[in-house]
């Protein structure tokens, strides 16, 4: 794992969990984000959008195994339906911004339910235009969040009601690959949340990036 953003990500989690320390934990988090997202922004200007449906690794166990338009999608899908239908209790930034239509995406889901072919197939078929747009719009909609939150808003749990809302959403799939995402969001706390789709889970889909970048460059 990238140092720099492993010890942001240690240090963040400590900075959280107290009350006098949790305004800067929420800083050091964003700033977290900040570094992943340049990042994530320069992809874009590397890559050709055939090495974003690229999958060199795809016989591979990890999240290398995927591709880089897929798990770009899948980070900032996630964190749409925790941020807004789990935390703020509002409209997913997908629907309001009629992002499957402009991504040109033929499902509503996390992608989690996707394997091998079927991945590069949808990957092959995305805007990438789209989800760029789509990822800037989530990230400062969740900075939005984050900035908003108070340390006593960390231990509120995710209710049944958010739960059955998000259930009639079917943004996440039923295949077994998939739906145990909402029992694992809504066994979480705000804080559980704000430890792993908003950051952990950032880091762990842009290292896999990485790796399937580095190798696309490679054999171009």
Not at 34 to 47: D, G, P, T, V, Y
Request: aromatic share 10%; with cysteine.
């Amino acid at each position: 794992m990238n140092k720099e953003w492993s010890e942001l990500n240690k240090t963040m989690q400590l900075q959280i969990k107290k009350k006098d320390t949790f305004s800067i934990g929420i800083n050091t988090l964003l700033e977290l984000r900040k570094n992943l997202m340049e990042q994530i922004m320069s992809f874009k200007n590397e890559l050709t959008p055939d090495d974003f449906s690229a999958m060199p690794y795809m016989n591979a166990k990890g999240y290398h195994n995927k591709s880089i338009a897929y798990s770009l999608w899948h980070i900032f899908r996630i964190e749409d339906i925790v941020a807004h239908s789990l935390i703020a209790d509002d409209e997913q930034i997908f629907f309001k911004g009629d992002y499957q239509k402009r991504i040109n995406s033929l499902i509503i889901t996390t992608a989690n339910e996707l394997v091998k072919d079927e991945i590069k197939e949808f990957s092959k078929k995305l805007s990438i235009e789209e989800l760029y747009n789509y990822i800037t719009e989530v990230d400062i909609s969740t900075t939005q969040i984050l900035n908003q939150l108070e340390f006593s808003d960390i231990k509120e749990k995710i209710t049944d009601e958010k739960r059955k809302a998000l259930e009639k959403l079917n943004v996440v799939s039923k295949d077994e690959n998939a739906y145990w995402l909402i029992d694992y969001w809504c066994g979480k706390d705000v804080k559980g949340l704000i430890q792993m789709p908003f950051s952990r889970h950032w880091i762990m889909h842009i290292e896999a990036c990485l790796k399937i970048r580095d190798k696309v460059v490679s054999v171009r």
